[in-house]
Nanobody, 124 residues
Framework: QMQLVESGGGLVQAGDSLRLSCATSGLTFTAYTVGWFRQGSGKEREFVANIRWSDSTTGYADSQKDRFTISRDYAKNTVYLQMNSLEPEDTAVYYC?????????????????WGQGTQVTVSS
């Protein structure tokens, strides 16, 4: 059973940076993608970024690709989301998730395993 645990959220001011971590365990397959999604209060969950574990191929939502960077540490089984120049609109619960699929990876329904989420709050 795969488990994902997010950490690194918190309260920051606009313009600050945060790095979120997603520690994974219990992997039973080698070809998977880990994604970050976020859900603001009263909003639908939205795709942020993803990374293919095998070769670090990355994908980003257009609105985040200039400020956010996704990466992975193979030895630590951990995926990171570096977020710079944070804005109040980035306030949300951030989730990491894992998928064995090879397409439609910007859709939350394509992901099989989810973490519990970590809150990011950006004050103006």
């Amino acid at each position: 059973q795969m488990q994902l645990v997010e950490s690194g959220g918190g309260l920051v001011q606009a313009g600050d940076s945060l790095r979120l971590s997603c520690a994974t365990s219990g992997l039973t397959f080698t070809a998977y993608t880990v994604g970050w999604f976020r859900q603001g209060s009263g909003k639908e969950r939205e795709f942020v970024a993803n990374i293919r574990w095998s070769d670090s191929t990355t994908g980003y939502a257009d609105s985040q690709k200039d400020r956010f960077t996704i990466s992975r540490d193979y030895a630590k089984n951990t995926v990171y989301l570096q977020m710079n120049s944070l804005e109040p609109e980035d306030t949300a619960v951030y989730y990491c998730a894992a998928s064995r699929r090879i397409s439609r990876l910007t859709y939350s329904s394509s992901y099989d395993y989810w973490g519990q989420g970590t809150q990011v709050t950006v004050s103006s």
